[in-house]
């Protein structure tokens, strides 16, 4: 089980972009992958910088996946010990 969190919260450079493709493309039908991310797919680019690359991760990880989307208010938010006026 690969687990990667906070997808795309810092940009990655093209080797390491490289580097994770290898990863994920060895994971692929084989292991499973968990991944949150608070970016859409058609945003993904951004973390990537190589479109061609940031398909073919993207057609790997959607590829028999499962899409959870958690709409709604931010649970940290909501349950911070700062109280908001």
Request: glycine share 4%; proline share 2%.
């Amino acid at each position: 089980l690969l687990i990667c969190d906070e997808w795309g919260y810092i940009p990655i450079d093209i080797e390491g972009a490289k580097l994770l493709y290898q990863v994920i493309a060895g994971c692929y039908e084989k292991k499973s992958i968990i991944l949150t991310t608070n970016l859409e797919f058609s945003k993904w680019n951004s973390i990537f910088f190589d479109e061609k690359l940031t398909n073919a991760i993207l057609d790997r990880m959607v590829h028999h996946s499962h899409l959870l989307i958690f709409d709604g208010p931010s649970w940290r938010l909501q349950n911070s010990l700062m109280k908001y006026n």
